[in-house]
T-cell receptor, first 112, second 111 residues
Framework: EAQVTQNPRYLITVTGKKLTVTCSQN?????MSWYRQDPGLGLRQIYY???????DKGDVPEGYKVSRKEKRNFPLILESPSPNQTSLYFC???????????FGQGTRLTVV | GESVGLHLPTLSVQEGDNSIINCAYS??????FIWYKQESGKGPQFIID?????DKRQGQRVTVLLNKTVKHLSLQIAATQPGDSAVYFC??????????FGKGTRLHILP
């Protein structure tokens, strides 16, 4: 089954404690991206990757890092989480930027 | 700020009627547009897309219309059903590397 898998689905952490949210896709897609979703603000792109070892900033990259060492995986790293990063996060993948994207189920992160 | 927006944050439609969800965009260079549906507790799901060389595209019960003159996009859902209740997002790509999403419209289906 074609899918994008994120883990964990829910996470509560404390300020400053490094965390990683994993994302994996099984469709051999080249384009992957991370979004955060906040009430009234819709989906905002954090980082994206055009292919292996190619990553770039989206609209809200501050406080986040990503890596793309393999085509299927695109982890999101918060080196020092802060309460303003409390949000719902989605990973997505597609063949190219201008084709249909498949989204993961989301990760609800709370930073206290 | 985002270049893609929506005219109405919430839309209520009688079951069986047609729904029309609107979207305005500001970047005339945008050449790819896409609609997603997000049900409660789930990630967005693709509905339909359209490229700028077209002004209309139809799917199963859905139609997307693109008016490049006024930079307007709409999603029409025929014979709206309870399962259509969701938040609908439009998104655009301006030929670059990013996808920009609108803020979403919540569709309520009235019995």
């Amino acid at each position: 089954e074609a899918q994008v898998t994120q883990n964990p689905r829910y996470l509560i952490t404390v300020t400053g404690k490094k965390l990683t949210v994993t994302c994996s896709q099984n469709m051999n897609h080249e384009y992957m991206s991370w979004y955060r979703q906040d009430p009234g603000l819709g989906l905002r792109q954090i980082y994206y990757s055009m292919n292996v070892e190619v990553t770039d900033k989206g609209d809200v990259p501050e406080g986040y890092k990503v890596s793309r060492k393999e085509k299927r995986n695109f982890p999101l790293i918060l080196e020092s989480p802060s309460p303003n990063q409390t949000s719902l996060y989605f990973c997505a993948s597609s063949f190219m930027v201008n084709t249909e994207a498949f989204f993961g189920q989301g990760t609800r992160l709370t930073v206290v | 700020g985002e270049s893609v927006g929506l005219h109405l944050p919430t839309l209520s439609v009688q079951e069986g009627d047609n729904s029309i969800i609107n979207c305005a965009y500001s970047n005339s260079a945008s050449d790819y547009f896409i609609w997603y549906k997000q049900e409660s507790g789930k990630g967005p799901q693709f509905i339909i897309d359209i490229r700028s060389n077209m002004d209309k595209r139809q799917g199963q019960r859905v139609t997307v219309l693109l008016n490049k003159t006024v930079k307007h996009l709409s999603l029409q859902i025929a014979a709206t059903q309870p399962g259509d209740s969701a938040v609908y997002f439009c998104a655009e790509n301006n030929g670059g590397d990013k996808i920009i999403f609108g803020k979403g419209t919540r569709l309520h289906i009235l019995p």
